[in-house]
């Protein structure tokens, strides 16, 4: 794990200690002693399988030669690209930055997409006024995309804020999981005191993009995933890692849990206040790592109110595959799979195994893969495949795209993906 410490002479500034840990279980850290050089730089990070050695390791940092740490080799305010052969030994790729504005960023490598994603903050005018919202950019084949706008704020974010007794809502940030053709977010919600204010908290909800390329959407209601407060050290603010690691059968999402809110050391002007900052020194408290875990593919999930029917898009067919599921089924509850293709022809499939059709299509169940011709699913899996009495093998009939019934009867029976 990389993170930051801010030592006992912090002066209530951005400036704070690139320290690296170890961990057997994920809980239980020891800090790894000199692995880090002195001064050095702590960017987001990813690992690159397609870059030469030197470049394995692939960083995104926030640098300002104007402001508080005044790295060496920065020359402009703005997002600069670092590569390391180890994780620990940083250069940037370039004397200037890659993206400008800014001061949070994130990165994650998308291995069936094959290529990195970048998410970075910058503040636009939106409705008259400056809001932070969220901006991406990809990395391929080594080089580095000009960046995107990709989530901004709107009126909803301030409703949601002031329903939590807060003013305005904007996005600090926004992690990601990448997830077989699409992309999970956790998106840091800043509520302020105050439009475009400094003074707030943070909370994370979930947003996710299918495709490369598509807008990001929001989990309905935009809830929160974690909220501020439910620790007593965490009562300002959380400020997640840039991505998720997996455990056996859990994912897992470190954080920052801060006990004052975002700007509590300053006053408006973003000035620091000494009495504040030697306040937090002397509780030698300025911020505690957390964790939150989940099993494996559950962030999202579909649930039978008592019954429903989930139809599954699987895109091109091309060869022997199985279909696994991802389930929780209460005592009494049961989950049945049925195979279907399409009767129209009507029909297009994008590059990514993506289904569309031009109406309402009618649709048929193979043979022999119908609903009672199903193995009842039953208990809790991550990596349940679905399967038919008697069928060892697979349909006759192959088509190029099919869909998948999952029927779910009982009370409270859970699919989740």
Same mark, same amino acid.
């Given at each position: 794990?990389?993170?930051?410490?801010?030592?006992?002479?912090?002066?209530?500034?951005?400036?704070?200690?690139?320290t690296y840990a170890e961990s057997d279980n994920?809980?239980?850290?020891?800090?790894?002693?000199?692995?880090?050089?002195?001064?050095?730089?702590?960017p987001a990070v990813m690992v690159d399988p397609t870059a030469p050695a030197s470049h394995r390791y692939r960083g995104v940092i926030y640098l300002d030669p104007r402001g508080e740490t005044k790295p060496s080799g920065s020359t402009h305010p703005g997002y600069y690209t670092l590569h390391s052969a180890d994780g620990l030994r940083w250069n940037p790729d370039a004397s200037v930055p890659t993206w400008g504005d800014g001061d949070a960023s994130s990165c994650a490598w998308h291995p069936w997409q094959n290529r990195g994603i970048v998410?970075?903050?910058?503040?636009?005018?939106?409705?008259?006024?400056?809001?932070?919202?969220?901006?991406?950019?990809?990395?391929k084949d080594g080089n580095y995309s000009q960046g995107i706008i990709a989530l901004v704020p709107d009126d909803y974010d301030d409703?949601?804020?002031?329903?939590?007794?807060?003013?305005a809502g904007d996005y600090y940030g926004l992690s990601m999981? %990448?997830?077989?053709?699409?992309?999970?977010?956790?998106?840091?919600?800043?509520r302020m005191i105050a439009p475009c204010h400094v003074d707030g908290a943070t909370d994370v909800s979930l947003v996710y993009q299918d495709t490369p390329g598509d807008r990001w959407l929001h989990a309905p209601g935009r809830r929160d995933f974690l909220t501020h407060g439910v620790t007593e050290w965490s009562r300002g603010g959380i400020y997640p890692a840039p991505g998720?690691?997996?455990?056996?059968?859990?994912?897992?999402?470190?954080?920052?849990?801060? %006990?004052?809110?975002?700007?509590?050391?300053?006053?408006? %002007?973003?000035?620091?206040?000494?009495?504040?900052?030697?306040?937090?020194?002397?509780?030698?408290?300025?911020?505690?790592?957390?964790?939150?875990?989940?099993?494996?593919?559950?962030?999202?999930?579909?649930?039978?109110? %008592?019954?429903g029917v989930l139809t599954i898009y699987l895109g091109r067919i091309t060869r022997p595959s199985e279909l696994v599921l991802n389930y929780e089924v209460p005592a009494g509850g049961k989950v049945r799979v049925q195979?279907?293709?399409?009767?129209?022809?009507?029909?297009?499939?994008?590059?990514?195994?993506?289904?569309?059709?031009?109406g309402k299509a009618s649709k048929k169940a193979l043979p022999g893969f119908a609903l009672d011709d199903s193995i009842i699913l039953e208990g809790s899996s991550l990596t349940g495949k679905a399967a038919w009495a008697w069928r060892h093998d697979h349909p006759s009939e192959r088509p190029a795209f099919a869909r998948v019934c999952a029927c779910f009867d009982g009370t409270g029976n859970a699919l989740g993906i």
């Open positions: 794990m990389w993170y930051s410490v801010f030592t006992s002479e912090w002066i209530g500034k951005d400036v704070a200690v690139a994920g809980v239980d850290w020891r800090e790894a002693a000199g692995a880090m050089p002195p001064n050095n730089l702590l998410a970075y903050k910058r503040s636009p005018t939106v409705r008259r006024a400056a809001r932070r919202a969220v901006w991406t950019a990809e990395l409703v949601c804020a002031g329903a939590r007794g807060f003013v999981l %990448p997830a077989t053709k699409g992309i999970v977010g956790f998106l840091q919600q800043f998720v690691v997996e455990v056996g059968d859990e994912q897992r999402l470190y954080f920052t849990g801060a %006990p004052e809110s975002h700007g509590w050391t300053h006053n408006d %002007p973003w000035a620091v206040q000494n009495r504040w900052v030697q306040d937090l020194r002397d509780r030698r408290r300025v911020a505690c790592v957390g964790v939150a875990r989940w099993p494996k593919w559950r962030l999202f999930g579909y649930r039978a109110n %008592p019954e195979l279907e293709t399409p009767v129209e022809t009507n029909i297009f499939i994008d590059d990514f195994g993506g289904g569309h059709c031009g």
